[in-house]
């Protein structure tokens, strides 16, 4: 199993423009999560889903957007970027058997963006 | 809303020393998860727990309920358990996690 997985690694983007990063996993979780990570903080939630075609937002939604057409990828979107943005990004997965519990979460590799 | 704190920030230490990192939470959680995190950024889970104490290796987790409180021990430490160490809690029918700002170990030969 590959785990999972996030593309692009790194990415610098100029204001306003938009770019979708990707996130797939191949462990049949039906948790998935987003976060981002701020250099001295902590990871913050951004969006996460609790199966296909189930998305909720988490802490830090605003300026993002996702999708979860399929179990494996859970793609986050960025509109209008601005150097707020500026952040590593980490998927992850878990699974779980009952609505509000969580098992161990699986982590990506991270996406680092700068926004310029 | 879950305040997590996470003592000490930094921790310096010698190879083979015994190393402990706290938690506290102020609310009531359903689970408490620690995380490390290495020098090129991934992030693996070490522990999931809601009682009690678990072990692998030679790292130990320990969590008390009632005083909100947890720790993890690293016995005979090594210069590859140098790394930030998270501890993230899951509040009652949530799936979210709280995530602490992280405890930046390092253990020097």
């Known amino acids: 199993n590959a785990g999972v997985t996030q593309t692009p690694k790194f990415r610098i983007l100029k204001i306003g423009q938009s770019m979708t990063l990707q996130c797939t996993q191949d462990?049949?979780?039906?948790?998935m999560y987003w976060y981002r990570q701020d250099p001295g903080m902590g990871l913050k939630l951004i969006y996460y889903?609790?199966?296909?075609?189930?998305?909720d937002k988490g802490e830090v939604p605003n300026g993002y957007n996702v999708s979860r057409s399929t179990t494996e990828d859970f793609p986050l979107r960025l509109e209008l970027a601005a150097p707020s943005q500026t952040s590593v990004y980490f998927c992850?997965?878990?699974?779980?058997?009952?609505?509000?519990?969580?098992?161990?979460?699986?982590f990506g590799p991270g996406t680092r963006l700068t926004v310029l | 809303k879950n305040e997590v704190e996470q003592s000490p920030q930094n921790l310096t230490a010698q190879e083979g020393e015994f190393i402990t990192i706290n938690c506290s939470y102020s609310?009531?959680?359903?689970?408490l998860h620690w995380l490390q995190q290495h020098p090129g950024g991934g992030i693996v889970s070490l522990f999931m727990l809601s009682s009690g104490k678990k072990k692998h290796g030679r790292l130990i987790a320990t969590i008390n309920i009632q005083e909100k409180h947890s720790s993890l021990h690293i016995t005979a430490s090594h210069p590859r358990d140098s790394a930030v160490y998270i501890c993230a809690v899951c509040n009652f029918g949530n799936e979210k996690l709280t995530f602490g700002t992280g405890t930046r170990l390092t253990i020097i030969p």
């Open positions: 462990m049949n979780h039906n948790y």
């Open positions: 889903s609790v199966g296909a075609g189930i998305t």
């Open positions: 609310v009531g959680i359903s689970a």
């Open positions: 992850a997965s878990s699974y779980s058997m009952l609505a509000g519990l969580t098992d161990t979460q699986y």
